[in-house]
């Protein structure tokens, strides 16, 4: 978290995990099925023997991070999935370790991954798609599982700038969504590095933050927020228009 000369970064690590199965069945449409998110809290129908087995794992007791008893319990939504094409299909609960505190210096491999969390990806992932328990009983040999570290600070939002030495920029803390957000973070970078005018936004992504988030983070892992929905329904000739406001 620190740069040569710089003050420390807000930042913080943690692990995410992921597991790829091989949809050989055709569950979820590979060219139109999209990135899907549940949001509601849910408990896992387990069986008494997968309790028992759970309860078996379960060392924190001894200080140890499979704290598989809890999976029990009701647990918040957040779990997600798309397809990868060729009959893959991406499931992800970043729930089942984000109780793990990970050190400053990070571990490679990663050792604190739970080992039944491609079954508890695919339990949880059931409520979005119902199609996939056929997978329950047989995870396949080529079902894949990939862990590594997130970095974010703690409003969720990058760091893009200058920070330590005259010259030195950063741009870090992309949170998971580094794919999808990093050309535009590139290109507010360029503007800082090239001393180009800069956007409204920029103070959002500064260390220290210029302009603080306000309001609380959002997490997909929240609970979701209640809100009365109001649905107006307007018709020009022979298409209707439907409008959702949440309140």
């Given at each position: 978290n620190r740069m040569v000369g710089g003050a420390e970064l807000n930042l913080r690590?943690?692990?995410i995990s992921k597991?790829?199965?091989n949809d050989?069945?055709?569950v979820i449409p590979q060219r139109t099925a999209p990135f899907m998110v549940w949001r509601d809290p849910v408990t896992i129908p387990w069986c008494d023997d997968m309790k028992e087995a759970l309860c078996d794992l379960d060392d924190t007791a001894e200080g140890g991070f499979n704290n598989c008893k809890s999976w029990m319990e009701e647990q918040p939504g957040g779990q997600h999935l798309r397809p990868l094409g060729n009959n893959r299909v991406l499931l992800m609960w970043e729930h089942v370790h984000r109780h793990i505190d990970v050190e400053s210096n990070p571990e490679f491999p990663i050792g604190a991954?739970?080992?039944y969390y491609p079954l508890i990806a695919l339990k949880g992932t059931q409520f979005i798609a119902p199609g996939l328990?056929?997978?329950e009983d047989a995870l396949r040999k080529d079902t894949i599982v990939d862990a590594g570290y997130y970095t974010t600070a703690a409003d969720g939002r990058p760091i893009i700038g200058h920070h330590g030495p005259?010259?030195?920029?950063?741009l870090t803390g992309l949170s998971g969504w580094g794919i999808m957000s990093s050309a535009a973070c590139g290109e507010l970078l360029s503007k800082i590095i090239t001393n180009a005018p800069l956007p409204s936004y920029?103070?959002?992504f500064t260390s220290p933050r210029l302009s603080p988030l306000e309001g609380p983070v959002i997490s997909l892992l929240d609970p979701p927020v209640e809100r009365e929905r109001v649905i107006s329904v307007t018709r020009e000739g022979s298409?209707?228009?439907?409008?959702i406001n949440a309140i």
């Open positions: 690590t943690e692990i597991v790829i199965i050989v069945n055709g991954v739970n080992e328990k056929i997978y005259q010259n030195s920029f950063v920029y103070p959002s298409n209707p228009s439907v409008t």
